[in-house]
């Protein structure tokens, strides 16, 4: 019964924006940290940005002045903003939540290509 549902993935120039939502249902959301992860072909999926219940953030150093991660508690939803979009940030972009001595839940994820 829990879903993520990622949307706002897409095709963008080089120095572009998008953001990305992450809906979730079936579980307590305020509880939950969230993360957003991404994996280009090839690669090992890595961690992009997350965000505690309690908002503190943590972001990839190769995401640290581009991205922005937040929640908003009453939607039950997460959202990255994404500026200054480069090629190497294409990937699918994966939503988590997570918890301590509780299962991780994924979505389905979301194609993002930066490209001219």
């Known amino acids: 019964q829990v879903q993520l549902v990622e949307s706002g993935g897409g095709l963008v120039q080089p120095g572009g924006s998008l953001r990305l939502s992450c809906a979730a249902s079936?579980?307590?959301?305020?509880?939950?940290?969230m993360g957003w992860y991404r994996q280009a072909p090839g690669k090992q999926r890595e961690l992009v940005a997350d965000?505690?219940?309690?908002?503190?953030?943590n972001y990839a150093d190769s995401v640290k002045g581009r991205f922005t991660i937040s929640r908003d508690n009453a939607k039950n939803t997460v959202y990255l903003q994404m500026n200054s979009l480069k090629p190497e940030d294409t990937a699918v972009y994966y939503c988590?939540?997570?918890?301590?001595?509780?299962?991780?839940?994924w979505g389905q994820g979301t194609q993002v290509t930066v490209s001219s």
């Open positions: 988590k939540a997570g918890r301590s001595l509780s299962d991780d839940y």
């Open positions: 079936g579980i307590i959301f305020r509880m939950y940290a």
């Open positions: 965000i505690s219940s309690g908002r503190s953030t």
